[in-house]
C-alpha cells in the first residue's frame, strides 16, 4: 500500500463531523437480495453473513472456500468485567435480526444485529453495496447497566484467503489498517481490516495467538508478523470507558482486494468518495432511497481537494445511510477543526 493511503484521510473524516458511525462505498452495480442475516449478491462479495450471535461469513466470487476459517470464524467480542464477552468466552444473547436495502449506493444491503451480554446492548449493522470489494461494519455498544463500564471491542477473525490456511500480514501503522495476505508481494491479494473510527490498535499473527490475545482481555498491541508464512488471523480493537446509559460507536471496513488495496474512487483523495461529489451524486442521510444531501451544493467536486471545518451552529455533518445514528456527530459547541 502508499505511504499515505486513503484510509488516513478517512479515518480523519470520521473525527470532524463527515459521518457518524461506518459507510459502504458507492457504486452502480446490479441488486441481489437479502434475507434474514445473509446477503447474497452477483459479487465480488457474494455472500455476507453474521449470525444472531455476531459470528461472520464472507464468500468472494474468486474462492471455492469462505474467506474465514470454516465459514465461521470471525466475530465481535467484548472484554468487560473481567471477561470476554462472544464466541471466545460468554456467549451474547440474540434480540433481534432485521434486514433491508437494495444494494445500490443509495440503500445498501443491511443486517442489523441486537445482542445483549454483561450489562451491555451491542447494535451491529453490516451494509454492503453491490460490486464493491469491501463491506461495512458499525458496532454501537449501549451501556445499560447503572455503572460505568470499562470495555474492548475486537473485530477479528482466522483467514483463509483464496482458499488457503495459510498466508501472510502487513499493517499499515497510519492508517491503522491491517490484513492477512495470500504473498509477500505489493500486489497479492488482501483481506484488510481498516478502521473508519479512530483509536483501534491492530494485530496479525498466527490465529491462535490472535485469540489468545483476545481473550488476555488487552487491546491488540500495533504488531504484525508480516514475513511469516502462517496460518494467520488479524483484527482491530478499541478501548473505551462507557458512562452508564450511555454509548459509543465503533466502524470499520472488511476489504478483499484481487490486487493488494483497498479500491476506493476518490480521485481528488480528499477522502470524500466521488460519488458524493458529482453534480449528480450525494448523500443519503435518512435511509429512504433518495439523496438529500449533495456535497456539490457545498461546492465539492471530485477532482480537487475540499476541505470543511465542523464548528458551532448547524454545520454540516455528512451521513451516509449506513451511519444512521446522528447522536455520534461532534458536538457543535466543540472548537473548529480543519480536514486537510
Known amino acids: ?17 463527515l459521518m457518524s458511525g461506518t459507510f459502504a462505498w458507492c457504486s452502480p452495480n446490479a441488486i441481489a437480495g437479502v434475507s434474514g442475516g445473509t446477503i447474497s449478491t452477483d459479487g465480488p462479495l457474494t455472500s455476507i453473513s453474521t449470525s444472531q450471535t455476531l459470528n461472520c461469513d464472507v464468500r468472494h466470487l474468486g474462492d471455492s472456500s469462505p474467506e474465514f476459517y470454516g465459514g465461521t470464524s470471525c466475530g465481535t467480542f467484548v472484554a468487560v468485567d473481567n471477561k ?14 432485521t434486514s433491508s436495502g437494495q444494494g445500490t449506493s443509495v440503500n445498501p444491503y443491511r443486517i ?15 451494509t454492503y453495496v453491490t460490486g464493491d470489494e469491501s463491506y461495512a461494519t458499525r458496532v454501537s455498544i449501549d451501556n445499560i447497566s447503572d ?23 502487513r499493517l499499515d501503522l497510519n492508517s491503522g489498517a491491517v490484513a492477512c495476505t ?16 479512530a483509536g483501534s490498535t491492530a494485530y496479525q499473527a498466527h490465529y491462535s495467538s490472535v ?38 460507536s465503533f466502524a470499520h471496513l472488511t476489504a478483499f482486494s484481487p490486487d493488494g488495496s483497498t479500491q476506493v474512487d476518490d480521485t481528488d483523495g480528499d ?5 458524493w461529489e458529482e453534480p449528480d451524486g450525494g448523500v443519503d442521510t435518512d435511509g ?14 471530485p477532482n480537487k481537494p475540499d476541505i470543511l471545518r465542523a464548528g458551532g451552529g448547524n454545520d454540516i455533518a455528512y451521513v451516509h445511510p449506513a451511519c444512521l445514528q446522528l447522536s455520534d456527530r461532534p458536538d457543535p459547541s466543540a472548537e473548529p477543526l480543519r480536514l486537510a
Open 147 to 169: 455503572v460505568s463500564k470499562s470495555v474492548v471491542l475486537y473485530r477479528a477473525a482466522d483467514c483463509y484467503l483464496q482458499n488457503s490456511d495459510f498466508g501472510y500480514g
Open 271 to 275: 477522502s470524500f468518495p466521488d460519488t
Open 1 to 17: 500500500m502508499s505511504s499515505q493511503p486513503r484510509n488516513v484521510l478517512l479515518r480523519t473524516a470520521f473525527l470532524i463531523a
Open 84 to 97: 470476554v464477552v462472544g464466541w471466545l468466552g460468554e456467549n451474547w444473547v440474540n434480540q433481534s435480526q
Open 182 to 197: 495470500a504473498g509477500n508481494a505489493a500486489d497479492s491479494r488482501i483481506l484488510q481490516w481498516a478502521p473508519l473510527t
Open 288 to 301: 429512504n432511497g433518495s439523496l438529500d444531501l449533495k456535497l456539490s451544493d457545498y461546492g465539492a467536486t
Open 211 to 248: 485469540w489468545s490475545w483476545i481473550r488476555s482481555m488487552q487491546p491488540f498491541p500495533n504488531t504484525c508478523a508480516c514475513d511469516t508464512h502462517q496460518d494467520n488471523g488479524a483484527g482491530l480493537s478499541w478501548e473505551k470507558t462507557i458512562p452508564a446509559g450511555s454509548s459509543a
Open 112 to 126: 442489523v444485529t441486537v445482542v445483549t451480554g454483561a450489562g451491555l446492548r451491542l447494535t451491529q449493522t453490516d
